[in-house]
Nanobody, 121 residues
Framework: VQLQASGGGLVQAGGSLRLSCAAS????????MGWFRQAPGKEREFVSR????????YYAVPVKGRFTISRDNAKNTVYLQMNRLKPEDTAVYYCAATGGIRWSVDAMDYWGKGTLVTVSS
């Protein structure tokens, strides 16, 4: 599976962005998908994930209620709708996929290259 993230950019605080992660490979629908982010000088951290069927979604506390993850298995794409953005959301956002049940940076099977989100105050 190859992952390509897009949709990052510069936005003012309070604004919105939608990230997309397009996957190649016929087994996309069998993977749990999700997003991590890495701010300058900080470790990569979990943001959100979605089960292979789409019926389970999970969020990190700092983004819960503001971000929404979804997937379209017919399009091999996972989305992250980010609303009410804050300057502290500024980071490179990476999509990731795993066929396993663990969800951590070291447990992912595949990574996209990342897309930069910058939120100005």
């Amino acid at each position: 599976v190859q992952l390509q993230a897009s949709g990052g950019g510069l936005v003012q605080a309070g604004g919105s962005l939608r990230l997309s992660c397009a996957a190649s490979g016929r087994t996309f629908s069998s993977y749990s998908m999700g997003w991590f982010r890495q701010a300058p000088g900080k470790e990569r951290e979990f943001v959100s994930r979605i089960t292979w069927s789409g019926d389970g979604t999970y969020y990190a506390v700092p983004v819960k209620g503001r971000f929404t993850i979804s997937r379209d298995n017919a399009k091999n794409t996972v989305y992250l709708q980010m609303n009410r953005l804050k300057p502290e959301d500024t980071a490179v956002y990476y999509c990731a996929a795993t066929g396993g049940i663990r969800w951590s940076v070291d447990a992912m099977d595949y990574w996209g290259k990342g897309t930069l989100v910058t939120v100005s105050s």
